[in-house]
């Protein structure tokens, strides 16, 4: 073998070789193109594992921290309710999504979506705090909500809490809120024809969105309007699938909607139990 041929030899074996390293060396804005393919074919772990990695290599990337926040709370929406571990998972979960959020809006604290991603693990996080703790986290969260909507009046996730707050403060009966308050503080007070209005904005902005339908079918199952509930129950069915909990969403939609066309009585509970 000549000299020549030795040495493009060489030349091949070393440009493998430094393909092979530029393909593990990947970057935080790798990680995150990957995160988002997973996230868009539903796989919501895959997501989280590239986010997390993104994350972990540039620790102040505000998209990887809210992204990775956004994956850990999806995550615990998506514990099976029915073990016996349920609440301590989806809080595990949610208090890491925390403190990604943190990170996140220390670097950027006006950004709409990172403000409703705050009211939303507020919420979640209500679930295992005493009633008194509860009453205040429903003063934090809406204003939360507020401060998302002053930021971007066009965020349809946004107008969703908002409705689903003014849905879940008004089913506190009159009895409950007086007692309650006396022993909890001021229960703040919801409306359910706010929840329609702001349940009918978000469908607006997002038609598509399937929860949005449910959320509002369920608000007029409250308001004794059954018709108007199975439409927002037909439209919903008829939504594409656009996040990893659609089809959990629709399924549930669909056993309300034979149970209130076969006269039977409908448990207006939320979408993610």
């Known amino acids: 073998m000549s000299l020549r041929e030795i040495m493009k030899g060489f030349l091949f074996f070393s440009l493998l070789l430094l393909a092979a390293a530029g393909g593990l060396a990947q970057t935080a804005g790798d990680h995150l193109k990957a995160g988002d393919e997973f996230y868009a074919k539903f ?10 990695q993104a994350a972990k290599l540039e620790p102040t990337n505000y998209e990887a921290l809210w992204k990775t926040a956004r994956a850990y709370m999806n995550a615990g929406d998506r514990v099976n309710y029915r073990d016996k571990d349920h609440e301590q998972k989806m809080l595990g979960n949610i208090i890491i999504a925390e403190q990604y959020l943190k990170k996140a809006l220390a670097i950027n604290p006006n950004d709409s979506r990172t403000r409703f991603l705050n009211a939303a693990i507020l919420g979640r996080q209500g679930r295992a705090l005493s009633r008194r703790k509860q009453v205040a986290l429903a003063y934090t969260t809406k204003a939360e909500i507020d401060r998302a909507l002053a930021l971007d009046p066009n965020n349809d996730m946004a107008w969703h809490a908002l409705a689903y707050w003014h849905k879940t403060l008004a089913e506190v009966g009159g ?52 018709d108007l509930a199975a439409k927002e129950y037909e439209a919903a069915l008829a939504c594409p699938d656009l996040t990893s909990m659609c089809a959990h969403f629709k399924e549930r939609a669909k056993r309300e909607m034979d149970r209130l066309k076969a006269g039977g009585e409908v448990r207006a509970h939320s979408a993610a139990d």
Not at 43 to 52: I, L, R, S, T, V
Not at 185 to 211: H, M, T, W
């Open 43 to 52: 796989d919501d772990a895959g997501a989280m594992a590239q986010y997390e």
């Open 175 to 226: 009895a409950k809120r007086f007692f309650g308050s006396i022993l909890f503080g001021r229960i703040p007070k919801g409306s359910y024809d706010e929840a329609v209005k702001s349940f009918q904005k978000a469908i607006a902005l997002n038609p598509d969105y399937c929860n949005n339908h449910i959320e509002l079918a369920r608000t007029y199952i409250r308001l004794k309007k059954k």
